[in-house]
């Protein structure tokens, strides 16, 4: 805890000393508390000002099975009821337990979460594509087609690494998340197929796009999703359980680092740059250490996809640090 204490104190006053100059700019807020309760959840949405209101879908991972990283139902149960939400999913595009969508449904309901909540496979049916301002590498996005019966999103996201994106956090679930089957293989191919079964092979991958055009075709989808729902959208990451692999994995290495907390903002890229920050000046100790998860990053080039979002006008890297706890 004294851990966390100390790189509070160091972000803050590095956001102090800048913080004249970014409010000129217009710099969002990002709220940070290191509670990771179901209590917390709700008094960090409230923090953001913005009451989600209509139909809100509430999207987040319900985890690959045999995965127990995932945040769970317990956790988020206090602030999916504040808000009156719809968990909301879309299937994979490798395989597993959730590309299936009846097999999707039994991991639902072996993770707990349709005993508790009202559940949305969005791309159950179908799926719909959507504009994407920037078309570098995609036309549009393909994305479940039940998005279109919300008015709001919670974009509730748990931050740790990832295979090929280094990371996941809110851009990811914006992204990939929720892009139907045929979008996420779009996606991970840069626009070149929508097919699954192509994407996977040794050939296509050996010919594919580079990693970086991957994480641009994400977040382009990201600001797609954000778009599409007029901005009416909440970013949440909780940094808990943060294994080098996602909640996608079926078999996860354990988490090395400690819990950090829950960060929140209406910026997705602000979101998502304060995790990395805090990620990359948490100070290691034995039993506690950072370095797998950045090296996951590193390796990756997973910091490009802040850079890139940044570019496009999706949001910005410079953010202004709010503490909420006492």
């Known amino acids: 805890m004294k851990k966390i204490f100390f790189l509070m104190a160091v972000l ?7 913080a004249t100059d970014r409010v000129k700019t217009n710099a969002p807020r990002v709220y ?4 990771i309760s179901p209590e917390s959840l709700v008094k960090i949405y409230k923090a953001l ?13 319900t985890g690959e099975g045999g995965n127990n990283h995932y945040l769970k139902p317990t956790l988020i149960r206090n602030l ?14 490798y395989g597993g337990t959730r590309q299936d969508v009846k097999k999707h449904w039994q991991t639902i309901h072996e993770h707990g979460f349709d005993s508790i909540f009202a559940v949305d496979i969005m791309d159950e049916y179908d799926d719909i594509r959507i ?27 748990h931050f740790k690494g990832h295979a090929m994106g280094g990371f ?10 929720v892009a139907s089957t045929a979008g996420k293989a779009y996606i991970h191919s840069a626009g070149k197929t929508d097919d699954p079964a192509l994407t996977w092979t040794k050939e296509y991958i050996a010919a594919g796009p580079t990693q970086d055009l991957f994480l641009e075709s994400m977040a382009a989808a990201a600001q797609a999703v954000h778009n599409y729902m007029g901005g009416r959208v909440i970013y949440i990451n909780v940094m808990n359980n943060m294994s080098v692999d996602c909640d996608c994995d079926g078999s ?22 304060a995790c990395l920050d805090m990620v990359f000046n948490y100070e290691a100790s034995p039993g506690d250490d950072n370095k797998p998860l950045i090296e996951r990053i590193n390796r990756q080039h997973g910091t490009y996809i802040t850079d890139y979002a940044q570019s496009i006008g999706l949001g910005s890297k410079e953010y202004i640090l709010l503490y909420i706890d006492n």
């Open 12 to 18: 803050l006053a590095a956001t102090a000393c800048q």
């Open 32 to 35: 940070f508390t290191r509670d």
């Open 49 to 61: 000002g913005v009451e989600a209101t209509g139909r809100v879908a509430v999207k987040i991972s």
């Open 80 to 93: 999916v009821e504040e808000v009156n939400g719809t968990i909301v999913e879309c299937c994979t595009a």
């Open 131 to 157: 504009p994407v301002k920037d078309r570098k590498h995609l036309k549009y996005d393909i994305v479940g087609g039940h998005l279109a019966n919300y008015d709001f999103m919670i974009n509730l996201a």
């Open 168 to 177: 996941g956090g809110v851009l990811k679930n914006a992204s990939i998340g």
């Open 252 to 273: 996860p290495d354990a988490p090395a680092i400690k819990d950090i907390g829950i960060v929140a903002s209406l910026d997705p890229v602000a979101a998502d740059q």
